[in-house]
């Protein structure tokens, strides 16, 4: 880990951050844990914020100390704001912050479209 030892998050922390963030989660022992985390919470979004993002929040926060950032809840929000600035702005800071979120973001399945139910308040009488 890195310390930049300066007050501004530049462009180019921010895509060192994220791709230092990325290499955390892709450590053996990270990824054995995020994986067991996964599979424990399935497809359950409540689940997974329970058990990976907790998980993953504490990787990152290990990461972004070094970049000028508190290592706790508040220090995170503030990264993750500064990520969406460079994101607006850098092609390649929006794709690595896409493959964080894929890490954080547990992957949806919806069944299929069912019918709508065509619940009717009125019986059709008239007052």
């Known amino acids: 880990m890195t310390s930049v030892g ?10 060192a951050a994220l ?12 990824a054995a844990r995020l ?6 919470a399935g497809n359950d979004m409540l689940r997974s914020m329970q058990t990976v993002f907790p998980a ?3 990787m990152q926060m ?15 929000v503030q990264f993750t704001k500064a990520v969406r600035v460079y ?15 894929t890490f954080l973001i547990p992957p949806v399945n919806v069944p299929h479209p069912v019918a709508p139910l065509n ?5 059709g009488s008239s007052q």
């Open 6 to 15: 300066k007050s501004q998050f530049s462009l180019r922390d921010c895509k």
């Open 87 to 101: 994101e607006d702005q850098d092609q390649e800071v929006r794709q690595l912050n896409t493959r964080l979120r």
């Open 35 to 40: 994986e067991e985390a996964k599979t424990a």
């Open 62 to 76: 290990g990461v972004i100390q070094g970049y000028g950032f508190l290592p706790d809840g508040e220090g995170l």
């Open 19 to 30: 791709q230092e963030i990325l290499a955390t989660f892709d450590l053996p022992e990270n």
């Open 56 to 58: 993953a929040a504490q």
């Open 119 to 123: 619940i009717n308040n009125h019986n």
